[in-house]
């Protein structure tokens, strides 16, 4: 089983459209969780981080259910420019050293 | 304020041969972390440097290897290209060892032939 693991995707919306990103991670010993934008032939960009309690970037919003292992991204009225891949990542901390584990991503692809 | 670089942007090696790519981090940053990106698949962690010593390392052979210098910047070496070696391979820098927040270049595309 992979560590980190996402919706396959790709997920083709029309713009203004809600979507739903989740991820599930399978170490209950990981303690940070986020969410990087990688752009086409691109570096991975940090896009949030999540918290338990929930945040929100103006039309983003990050979920994070512990008990379930379990991280969510939504994103409110789509815009062209929102087509990209979504990873989901965790921060495993061990030794003094912290590790980012990637998901595979979720392609998006909104159209007009 | 540089951020992080790479070179070269791409590279194309044949199989067996033995390949070298840089980074620097960010300016401030002392700590460098180096992943591999198959084609759709997400980055996976090679290893990390600090201080010039690996302090963590992924689930890579001892074909991969690296090395950090006193200026922060890093090498990744690769010996015994394989086909499957091809990847975007990204550096990251940190501000210190411990932090999450990490700052991705934009890579180096290898191809293996």
């Known amino acids: 089983r992979k560590e980190v693991e996402q919706d396959p995707g790709p997920f083709n919306v029309p713009e203004g459209a809600t979507v739903a990103f989740n991820c599930t991670y399978s170490n209950s010993a990981s303690q940070s969780f986020f969410w990087y934008r990688q752009d086409c032939r691109k570096e991975p960009k940090l896009l949030m981080s999540?918290?338990?309690s929930g945040n929100e970037d103006g039309r983003f919003t990050a979920q994070l259910n512990r008990a379930s292992q379990y991280i969510s991204l939504l994103i409110r009225d789509s815009k062209l420019s929102d087509s990209a891949t979504y990873l989901c990542v965790v921060s495993m901390f061990s030794g003094g050293y912290n590790k980012l584990i990637f998901g595979a991503g979720t392609r998006l692809a909104v159209h007009p | 304020d540089a951020g992080v670089t790479q070179s070269p942007t791409h590279l194309i090696k044949t199989r067996g041969q033995q390949v070298t790519l840089r980074c620097s981090p960010k300016s401030g940053h002392d700590t460098v972390s180096w992943y591999q990106q198959a084609l759709g698949q997400g980055p996976q962690f090679i290893f990390q440097?600090?201080?010039?010593?690996?302090?963590q390392r992924g689930n890579f052979p001892d074909r991969f290897s690296g090395h950090q210098f006193p200026n922060y910047s890093s090498e990744l070496n690769v010996n015994a290209l394989l086909l499957g070696d091809s990847a975007l391979y990204l550096c990251?820098?940190?501000?210190?060892?411990?932090?999450?927040?990490?700052?991705f270049g934009p890579g180096t595309r290898l191809t293996v032939t």
């Open positions: 440097y600090y201080e010039e010593e690996e302090r």
């Open positions: 990251a820098s940190s501000l210190y060892e411990g932090s999450y927040e990490q700052y």
């Open positions: 999540v918290y338990s």
